[in-house]
């Protein structure tokens, strides 16, 4: 098991850049895929970025590819998400997740949640 939370949310104009950060608890984080999804007011749960256990590999969802990158250190038990030339449609709160499918975008194979932070982007 493992438990997961976020951090790095704020207010930023269109334009700029925040980096989120989510720490893992426990032994086993290496074990597992992990993914950022977002969800803004009145919207489904929309699929941001993943990156495989070993961070060898990342997928995007179209609306960020180019703008967001997604990284992990196993080391330390953490995974980023550096957020560039935001939006306000980026405007969500953003969760990290994990799951043993790698690579995944889809919501229900993800099995851990943190709590979310806020992004919000002004215009």
């Known amino acids: 098991q493992v438990q997961l939370i976020e951090s790095g949310g704020g207010l930023v104009q269109a334009g700029g850049s925040l980096r989120l950060s989510c720490a893992a608890s426990?032994?086993?984080?290496?074990?597992?895929?992990m993914g950022w999804f977002r969800q803004a007011p009145g919207k489904e749960h929309e699929f941001v970025a993943a990156i495989t256990r070993s961070g060898g590999n990342t997928y995007y969802a179209d609306s960020v590819k180019g703008r967001f990158t997604i990284s992990r250190d196993n080391a330390k038990n953490t995974v980023l998400l550096q957020m560039n030339s935001l939006k306000p449609e980026d405007t969500a709160v953003y969760y990290c997740a994990a799951t043993y499918y790698s690579g995944s975008s889809v919501q229900s194979e993800y099995d851990y949640w943190g709590q979310g932070t806020q992004v919000t982007v002004s215009s």
């Open positions: 426990g032994r086993t984080f290496s074990r597992y895929a």
